[in-house]
């Protein structure tokens, strides 16, 4: 169990390919149709530089994340790695760079607790404000 993970029940964690519904239109009839606040976190696992209107996509995950709750952005390799295992270059502009991705998540309601981007994992940590 690592202490930088607050506990949540599983029926209030929602992984954030189903919340990707609601921002890319899908029907409300999806699992993505969380109330506001009725969830503890948001884990998003290599789905941050994929969405199509990013403000947008942590906004709405905020939305159904209750005040104080947290997000968590994941992926099993660093930026570095997974640049170099993709054959690109690694940009200061990537919206994964701490820069970048602490930018957005203010924009979308949250404030980022913890960034680490190492060779083996790159993780954000965030919570909800308001």
């Not at 890319?24 to 503890?40: I, K, Q, V, W």
């Not at 930018?103 to 993780?123: F, N, Q």
């Amino acid at each position: 169990h690592d202490s930088d993970l607050p506990y949540v029940s599983v029926p209030r964690l929602f992984i954030a390919t189903a919340i990707q519904c609601v921002v890319a239109g899908l029907p409300s009839s999806s699992p993505a149709a969380a109330r506001t606040g009725a969830l503890d976190a948001v884990f998003a696992a290599g789905m941050v530089s994929h969405l199509a209107d990013p403000v947008a996509g942590v906004r709405e995950w905020a939305r159904v994340v209750r005040p104080g709750g947290t997000l968590a952005l994941f992926h099993p390799l660093g930026r570095a790695a997974l640049a170099a295992r993709q054959g690109r270059t690694l940009t200061p502009d990537d919206v994964r760079a701490e820069g970048p991705v602490t930018a957005l998540l203010e924009a979308g309601g949250w404030r980022v607790r913890s960034y680490a981007d190492e060779p083996d994992r790159y993780l954000v940590l965030a919570g909800r404000t308001g």
